[in-house]
């Protein structure tokens, strides 16, 4: 299971990644990909907050172990206005007196999904990118979700663009169900997600609920990889439940 981990580091003000314009009412989520091999979302809060030379920039920022907010969501950025004929999408037109042609800028939060080394996007960044978009519907309503790509024509986010299908599945598994867990207690939030990240945790976890009574084949699934994170954590609420009749 994946955790949204979101966190807020605004870049310094700058012309050329964060001006300080203010940002419409939002009408979209543009999905974006850094085409930096191995770049995380911390890399490129640092290289937004020095950038000089061009203009550049995103709200958010997804990798495999968090999403960073480096810029306010009332703000725009400098990611889906690079066609001069004005975006493809005809509702994203806009301009501003502060901001002439700004267009899809004004109107839409940017989301750059980190590269691997190896130029994938990871699994779990994909997932958590999810989760981040949920996050935003909640708050701005359920807008249309759409590439940089659909916008001017770059091939950006590029596997969502080569691949229709990978693209339409991302669309599909938005609108399913929210299933993160809440907290109101950032302590225990960071106990769950180290539980979820420790291997040895999990395999504790694991044993107990066999010792508690569990059938042993999840020991072979969990040392398979088959066991997925809700169920070691159902197991471990399981076995201390049954340790305690």
Not at 70 to 86: D, W
Not at 121 to 143: W, Y
Not at 191 to 202: D, I, P, V
Not at 221 to 245: C, P, Q, S, Y
């Amino acid at each position: 299971m994946v955790a949204l981990n979101y966190e807020t580091k605004h870049i310094a003000k700058n012309k050329f990644s964060r001006p300080g314009y203010k940002l419409l009412p939002v009408k979209a989520f543009v999905l974006h990909y850094t085409a930096n091999h191995g770049g995380s979302a911390e890399n490129h809060f640092s290289y937004f907050n020095n950038l000089k030379g061009r203009y550049a920039s995103a709200h958010i920022f997804v990798d495999r172990t968090k999403s960073l907010e480096i810029i306010p969501l009332t703000e725009v950025a400098f990611h889906a206005n690079e066609r001069k004929e004005g975006p493809l999408i005809p509702s994203l037109k806009a301009t501003a007196g502060y901001y002439p042609g700004g267009n899809a800028n004004l109107n839409t939060i940017g989301i750059e999904m980190c590269m691997e080394k190896d130029g994938t996007i990871h699994p779990d960044t994909i997932a958590r990118t999810i989760l981040v978009i949920q996050k935003l519907q909640k708050q701005f309503g359920v807008l249309p979700i759409y590439r940089h790509y659909d916008i001017t024509g770059k091939r950006c986010p590029a596997p969502f663009v080569s691949d229709e299908k990978l693209w339409k599945k991302f669309l599909v598994d938005v609108k399913k169900e929210d299933n993160e867990l809440k907290f109101s207690s950032g302590t225990l939030k960071k106990e769950w997600e180290t539980f979820l990240g420790s291997k040895a945790q999990r395999e504790i976890a694991v044993k107990a609920a066999v010792e508690a009574g569990y059938s042993a084949n999840w020991i072979k699934n969990f040392e398979e990889g088959k066991a997925e994170n809700g169920d070691v954590a159902a197991l471990a609420i399981g076995a201390l439940i049954r340790a305690n009749k």
